[in-house]
């Protein structure tokens, strides 16, 4: 028995193959969007997945107007921050948000689902969100991942 065919790989920044992906957010739900991205940004989806290095790919999601969200959350979903002085808590609905910039949305949702250290903000810069159909990165030449189609 050869020992050292059982040596686990490690991935790290030499090591990492990272791809242009686009996601088409047209009639898909929030949540479920957003976690799928959190995985493709993550690099779970690929054998040398490594939970310290950035191995996933980079993220262009489009129709970020055209995204659903279920139940009555348009207006019960509150996104909270605070501005730093006293009594300085402010709160947008989600449908407030949307109309202000749909794209953020899909932003906060997403950074949620990272984790929350440098790693995290690394993996969050891999991510690019357009309101529209079209987008800035044709030339890296991003394939196209249709969630529905690999459920």
Sequence with gaps: MDTLSY???????ATVTKEWLHVDAEGQTLGRLSSEVAKLLRGKHKPNFTPHVD???NVVVTNAEKINLSGKK???KEYIRHTGYPGGQRSLTAKELFAKNPERLIEKSVKGMLP????????FRNL????GASHDHEAQKPKTINFNESK
């Design 7 to 13: 040596k686990t790989v490690s991935a790290n920044k």
């Design 55 to 57: 191995c996933g790919d």
């Design 74 to 76: 348009w207006d019960a």
């Design 116 to 123: 929350k250290n440098k790693l995290g903000a690394e993996l």
């Design 128 to 131: 690019k969100v357009y309101a």
